[in-house]
């Protein structure tokens, strides 16, 4: 059936870039996107404030694992910048850790973003 009743809605231009990099990455206009995530969301077991409420529990812990990522990305650059000139870091495999624990919560995230 096609679609003929026609809405509008406002984003700010973040969001929209956001929701039309997402249109295209699974190869729909940003229009068919938006129709099709708002209809998945009216139809969400549980409700769309649960569902609503569960996505962004899950963006949350995103965003907490991109900004550790951030952090121990720089103590690893730091790192790097010191042996690069040949000096010795104690602590070196520790920021290798902390990057890899975080790289690993921003994979699961992910992936559990994904599966919904």
Not at 13 to 31: I, Q, W
């Amino acid at each position: 059936m096609p679609r003929d009743q026609i809405r509008s809605v406002r984003l700010t231009r973040d969001e929209l870039d956001l929701v039309h990099r997402a249109a295209e990455s699974v190869g729909l206009r940003t229009a068919g996107f938006v129709a099709d995530a708002a209809v998945a969301v009216a139809q969400a077991q549980g409700g769309p404030k649960s569902w609503l409420l569960d996505q962004r529990r899950q963006v949350e812990e995103l965003m907490a694992a991109s900004t550790q990522l951030a952090r121990a990305g720089n103590n690893l650059n730091q790192v790097a910048r010191i042996l690069n000139s040949g000096g010795h870091v104690a602590y070196a495999d520790d920021a290798v850790a902390r990057v890899l624990r975080a790289a690993a919560r921003i994979e699961a995230a992910a992936i559990e973003l994904a599966r919904r």
